[in-house]
C-alpha cells in the first residue's frame, strides 16, 4: 500500500488553465505538506497543514491554494497556470508540526505550454 | 540523461567504497536534521535524522554526524552499491514553526 499517494503523475497544460492535485495519506498522520521542486531539483516548501488548519504558507501566489478536507487529504489548485508553475509537486505528510520526518509522494510532474 | 544542466554537486565512487556526502547547513537554532535519498522519478525518501544533542548516530551502513560548531553535517555510506545512485539532500528544522528546508543535493553515482 503506498502511504502518501498524489495523482496525477504527470499533468500537462497549458497557460491560463486551473487545474487540481490531490494528496491522500494512509499513515494516520496529522500534518500534511506541499512542496516544489524546481528543474535544478531544489525542495522549497509551500504549504503545511495541521489537522486541517494551515501553518505554513509560504510566499506563493494566491492562484494557489490548497485545500484539506480532512487529516488524510491535501488538495492543491491551481489558478490562472503560468509556464513558471512547470515543476514537479511532492506532497508530504508527518506525525505532529515538530522534529519528526516527513514521508513524501512520489511527485507530480506538472508541464505547462 | 537527467544529469545534464542540473549543476548538482556531484560525487562519483566505486562499488564497495565508503561515501561521504556533505551538507552546510545555514540556521544555528535549527536542532533536527534529516538526510534523505532521491532517486528517478520518486519523491524524497527518510534515511536518518539526528537531533542537535547528538553529534553521531548510525543506521544500517549509514553514519550521520552533525558538527554544530560549524553547522556543517555529513552523511557517510558504507561498501557504496550501485543501489545507492541517487541524489542525496540534507534538510534542516525546528522550533515551534516546524518546517524542513532542504539542501541544494548532490548527485552520488556508484559504477559497478
Known amino acids: 500500500d503506498t502511504a502518501v499517494s498524489q495523482t496525477p503523475k504527470y499533468l500537462v497544460t497549458q497557460m491560463g488553465n486551473d487545474k487540481s492535485i490531490k494528496c491522500e495519506q494512509n499513515?494516520?498522520?496529522?500534518?500534511m505538506y506541499w512542496y516544489k521542486q524546481d528543474s535544478k531539483k531544489f525542495l522549497k516548501i509551500m504549504f503545511s497543514?495541521?489537522?486541517?488548519?494551515?501553518?505554513i504558507n509560504e510566499t506563493v501566489p494566491n492562484r494557489f491554494s490548497p485545500k484539506s478536507p480532512d487529516k488524510a487529504h491535501l488538495n492543491l489548485h491551481i489558478n490562472s497556470l503560468e509556464l513558471g508553475d512547470s515543476a514537479v509537486y511532492f506532497c508530504?505528510?508527518?506525525?505532529?508540526?515538530?522534529?519528526?520526518?516527513?514521508?513524501f509522494g512520489n511527485g507530480t510532474r506538472l508541464t505547462v505550454t | 540523461g537527467e544529469s545534464v544542466g542540473l549543476h548538482l554537486p556531484t560525487l562519483s565512487v566505486q562499488e564497495g567504497d565508503n561515501s561521504i556526502i556533505n551538507c552546510a547547513y545555514s540556521n544555528s537554532a535549527s536542532d533536527y536534521f534529516i538526510w534523505y535519498k532521491q532517486e528517478s522519478g520518486k519523491g524524497p525518501q527518510f534515511i536518518i535524522d539526528?537531533?542537535?544533542?547528538?553529534d553521531k548516530r548510525q543506521g544500517q551502513r549509514v553514519t550521520v554526524l552533525l558538527n554544530k560548531t560549524v553547522k556543517h553535517l555529513s552523511l557517510q555510506i558504507a561498501a557504496t552499491q550501485p543501489g545507492d545512485s541517487a541524489v542525496y539532500f540534507c534538510?534542516?528544522?525546528?522550533?515551534?514553526?516546524?518546517?524542513?528546508?532542504f539542501g541544494k543535493g548532490t548527485l552520488l553515482t556508484v559504477n559497478p
Open positions: 497543514y495541521n489537522n486541517k488548519e494551515l501553518i
Open positions: 539526528i537531533r542537535s544533542n547528538m
Open positions: 508530504a505528510s508527518s506525525q505532529g508540526h515538530n522534529n519528526s520526518p516527513l514521508h
Open positions: 499513515l494516520g498522520h496529522d500534518t
Open positions: 534538510a534542516e528544522g525546528g522550533g515551534s514553526n516546524y518546517k524542513l528546508t
